[in-house]
């Protein structure tokens, strides 16, 4: 049994889906969670401010009782934990690998499409992933860097969020995949509108779903589980003024934000790039 | 004669519309831009972390022997420097007061619409201005949060810009408004499809030219206009890599970007809020 907290990171709110999936499956975890929203979105940044900001929301979890840390975002996991990763004496966990594992399971016919931010479909980290899993397989990787600020504005079934996923999606359809990995947290809140244009025939990979399922699956092979959660379980620290975080929050968490919810000077963990 | 260059500041790439008319209509000045492509946007963030930024931007371009800086961003002009621009021994001008300024004169029939970022409309800033400058005006504010995104991705006459914008801007149209601020620096390149969507009865606002008309006046009125520019007259700095910033930038500034470009570390500037 251990009862320390997981720790949960992303560059906002998308991260919220994770954890979303993480409270199902795990209810009896205590959860800390840390959004970027000062410094959101990461998905259109460079490769060193990824690097940058990710070490610092790391850095700031580490203030943290903690069993584990999750890269709750796909730019993260994609760009910065590769050059991370190994550096913690604690477990940093992203998204990617698990998710290009599952996806690399589901497809029948070989060929799996990847969508993400900008950043996420140029490190090539989830094709060099699935062809680890089987070198046969055929990556069609796409970029999407509007489906986040449409997410975050609430533009989940919009004519317009429908006609931009229409042109984003059309060389996945075009390319026969039977498999798309949402490769980015926020995506899973357009899950209907992407299954509408895509069919029935394409499996939607989740990362949350994936991550949860992994921790799961890794903190009962180590005995590593919580016994019962902290009185207030759920913690939450933003980069930015909370005001608001409750009400768009419960959208991503899909049930309303209850526990301690404060800000964090994440400048104070920053260090120079340069 | 005053030879110092002009600093302009903004959250990315917006503030290179208010540069475009200053290179316009002063071509003998030099000029340094500081974008902060590094936390862009500003725009959906609270009055306290856009306040701490802006402090950064300005502290960053007082390296600089400059004679003014101007905030080239509609949100920082109208969130923050109400809060700062008293504190410089520099003159610190924003594009706020000259553009309602201008649209109080514009105004036939007293009713004005504003859009801007969620944090500019919620501020209230251009309605009070046009209050101070004749309390009968009725002002129709409304935030337009994807239209920076949309922008950025270069989505300028798409469908889907279209939808949003029909969307954004029905009650300016219900109000009657026959002058509308754009209260972004980005808004300028939307210029045409809001303008087909309001019609011709309306006249725009672009706070890029009233900025650069007034900068125009004082600098001659002061006589302290550049006598001519430097050999290399126009200096970019970004806080995230400059890679991409030739080609975005230069949809923006509408001609190719010339000039030295290079990063700078904007946390070594940025002061704690908390």
Not at 111 to 137: D, H, M, W, Y
Not at 170 to 192: F, M, N
Not at 239 to 259: A, H, N, Q, V
Request: hydrophobic letters at 40%; a negative charge; one cysteine or more.
């Amino acid at each position: 049994m251990d009862n320390r907290r997981i720790g949960l990171f992303d560059s906002g709110l998308g991260g919220l889906t994770v954890m979303k999936e993480l409270m199902h499956m795990l209810p009896a975890e205590s959860i800390v969670y840390f959004g970027d929203t000062g410094r959101v979105p990461y998905g259109g940044k460079s490769v060193e401010t990824v690097i940058k900001y990710t070490k610092s929301d790391i850095k700031f979890l580490q203030t943290f009782d903690l069993k584990l840390i999750i890269a709750a975002c796909g730019t993260a996991s994609a760009i910065a934990l590769p050059h991370l990763k190994d550096q913690y004496e604690i477990p940093v966990m992203g998204v990617t690998e698990v998710t290009a594992r599952e996806a690399a399971r589901l497809t029948k016919n070989g060929c799996v499409g990847v969508i993400g931010t900008a950043g996420t479909i140029r490190s090539g980290a989830f094709c060099e992933l699935l062809k680890q899993e089987n070198p046969e397989i055929r990556c069609v990787a796409v970029p999407c860097p509007l489906f986040v600020p449409l997410v975050e504005n609430g533009y989940l079934e919009h004519e317009a969020t429908r006609l931009i996923a229409e042109e984003y999606l059309e060389p996945i359809i075009k390319s026969g995949a039977d498999t798309l990995i949402l490769g980015c947290t926020h995506y899973p809140l357009l899950s209907r509108i992407i299954g509408e244009i895509v069919g029935d025939r394409v499996r939607l990979v989740n990362p949350g779903v994936c991550a949860a399922t992994e921790i799961k699956k890794r903190l009962t092979a180590q005995g590593m589980l919580a016994e019962k959660p902290e009185e207030e379980p759920y913690h939450f620290y933003l980069s930015d003024d909370p005001g608001g975080f409750t009400r768009l929050g419960s959208m991503f968490l899909e049930r309303p934000i209850s526990g301690h919810v404060s800000r964090v000077d994440i400048e104070a963990y920053t260090e120079s790039a340069l």
